[in-house]
């Protein structure tokens, strides 16, 4: 499931009433069984249609590198403050995206109508020559009546000639409970094929809006069987307390890992304030010890020191 999300991590775009990708991470890191959130364009490009923002991610981190005087901010953390810029004129979308630790140097977005494109270039200097490389990426959605496409070719320009075609399509389904469905395709042009399948549902609990999605993971090595629920509950008018599970198991694989299960949960709180919102991922280990986390002196403090600020518009 989380594959969905990380086809084009250096083209991500990231904002709705309570949108980022810092909310996606805190309800199990599937962006695409939320599809109203800004955090899709990644996976599917003519999503950059349906917002205009300005977004700061990032923000509150003492550094951008190893800053390990504050236990809030984990040692090697070095994704850095970005902004990004999404809006309309005169119905064509542009988008802008600067920092975020990558190297990019361009970094953009068009979308008119059913249709988006995102862009980036990068440019990477290494410790010797031989790890200089350029980087190239292209996304290409568009929405269908039969359900929505996004398309992703990338290059690594460091000698070896890597480059990846992934897909992404989503749909309404009506499948037992479910009524929506992701497929991603990873690579078309690998040796090996992998695509994951989820279908997902959303269910009004009461001032909460719950997410589940079950669904398989296939390789050439394994058969994973996940599972995703994300909770986002109402506080108040201007905050909302988020919880997102994940589990999986290995229905068939190759060595000792067969029959392996895994599971992890995620928590973080949503703030807004008419068109500004706050998104904050709160520290699991609150309830192993409160006080220790709370207070920063135990699993690296109440949350991780970062903030994701967006004013939509």
């Known amino acids: 499931m989380k594959n969905v999300t990380k086809i084009l991590t250096a083209v991500t775009l990231c904002a709705a009433l309570f949108a980022s990708q810092q909310r996606i991470d805190a309800l199990g890191g599937n962006a695409a069984l939320w599809p109203g959130d800004e955090a899709n364009i990644a996976a599917f490009p003519a999503q950059v249609n349906n917002h205009s923002y300005v977004q700061v991610t990032g923000a509150g981190m003492t550094s951008a590198g190893d800053d390990t005087s504050d236990p809030i901010v984990p040692a090697g953390y070095d994704e850095g403050v970005g902004v990004s810029l999404l809006t309309q004129v005169d119905g064509t979308t542009w988008g802008f995206n600067y920092g975020g630790g990558s190297d990019d140097w361009i970094n953009m977005a068009w979308g008119n109508g059913t ?56 749909r309404d389904t009506s499948a037992w409970l479910f009524d929506g469905m992701v497929v991603t395709v990873d690579d078309l042009m690998a040796d090996d094929l992998a695509f994951d399948v989820d279908l997902f549902t959303h269910m009004d609990a009461g001032g909460a809006d719950v997410v589940f999605g079950w669904g398989a993971e296939y390789t050439p090595d394994a058969i994973t069987q996940t599972a995703t629920v994300g909770v986002e509950a109402n506080m108040t008018d201007w905050a909302t307390l988020r919880a997102g599970y994940n589990w999986t198991y290995e229905l068939t694989c190759e060595g000792d890992a067969c029959g392996e299960t895994t599971s992890g949960i995620a928590w973080g709180l949503g703030f807004n304030w008419g068109g500004l919102t706050a998104d904050v991922t709160i520290n699991s280990g609150i309830f192993n010890d409160p006080i220790g986390t709370i207070t920063g002196y135990d699993d690296g403090g109440l949350h991780d020191g970062t903030v994701t600020l967006t004013y939509s518009f």
């Open 115 to 170: 249709m988006g494109v995102v862009v980036g270039f990068e440019s990477t200097t290494g410790a010797t020559a031989a790890d200089d490389h350029s980087d190239m990426s292209v996304s290409f959605g568009q929405s269908f009546g039969f359900g929505e496409v996004g398309v992703h070719y990338a290059t690594t320009d460091n000698g070896d000639g890597d480059a990846t075609l992934g897909v992404n399509f989503r």
